[in-house]
T-cell receptor, first 113, second 116 residues
Framework: NAGVMQNPRHLVRRRGQEARLRCSPM?????VYWYRQLPEEGLKFMVY????????ESGMPKERFSAEFPKEGPSILRIQQVVRGDSAAYFC???????????FGSGTRLTVV | AQTVTQSQPEMSVQEAETVTLSCTYD???????LFWYKQPPSRQMILVIR??????QNATENRFSVNFQKAAKSFSLKISDSQLGDAAMYFC?????????????FGQGTELSVKP
């Protein structure tokens, strides 16, 4: 039973490029969450999705960031026109309905050069 | 809005000794969950222990236990018989369920070092 799978593990992008981060939740988990961790800080919530629906995007920056969780396939966090300040570790987590905890992926470390 | 505060950026403990990490939170909800996560240098987030707010009994997982004071909104983690492998960042987190799910709100973290 594979855990939460995130890829890539590391991603380097030049300023102005697009970054796409992928997350496959655990089998049986229909709720996906994205968090961002800046250096020397805790994790900050970004967005909460269920299949084909965004439930809570209160932590998403208003511009350049978007997320989706299609009926088929992984959840995608997309960052357009990346800037240096987007450099961070991005974590995906999943949970079953009414589950009390999250299972986290290993994260994607995005570096913008 | 819910907030979580960890007032100890760094803590240190001697191997085999006991250490307590502090966490306070603010919420107007009566039913919620509290967690402690461990993040070693590998960056993986590992669940250490969880507490349901409606349970008065403090959660325990082997060498890890919590002191949950609901009225005071306090949730401290006690690590007994500390081991070198316990060295990591520890994050306290709060979760309120909505839409059958619910985001985690994290504290700033406490970096624990273990001295041999």
């Amino acid at each position: 039973n594979a855990g939460v799978m995130q890829n890539p593990r590391h991603l380097v992008r030049r300023r102005g490029q697009e970054a796409r981060l992928r997350c496959s939740p655990m089998k049986g988990h229909s709720h996906v969450y994205w968090y961002r961790q800046l250096p020397e800080e805790g994790l900050k919530f970004m967005v909460y999705l269920q299949k084909e629906n965004i439930i809570d995007e209160s932590g998403m920056p208003k511009e350049r960031f978007s997320a989706e969780f299609p009926k088929e396939g992984p959840s995608i966090l997309r960052i357009q026109q990346v800037v240096r300040g987007d450099s961070a570790a991005y974590f995906c987590a999943s949970s079953p309905p009414l589950g009390s905890g999250h299972t986290f992926g290993s994260g994607t470390r995005l570096t913008v050069v | 809005a819910q907030t979580v505060t960890q007032s100890q950026p760094e803590m240190s403990v001697q191997e085999a000794e006991t250490v307590t990490l502090s966490c306070t939170y603010d919420t107007s909800e009566s039913d919620y969950y509290l967690f402690w996560y461990k993040q070693p240098p590998s960056r993986q987030m590992i669940l250490v222990i969880r507490q349901e707010a409606y349970k008065q009994q403090n959660a325990t997982e082997n060498r890890f236990s919590v002191n949950f004071q609901k009225a005071a909104k306090s949730f401290s983690l006690k690590i007994s018989d500390s081991q070198l492998g316990d060295a990591a960042m520890y994050f306290c987190a709060y979760r309120f369920l909505y839409n059958q799910g619910g985001k985690l709100i994290f504290g700033q973290g406490t970096e624990l070092s273990v001295k041999p």
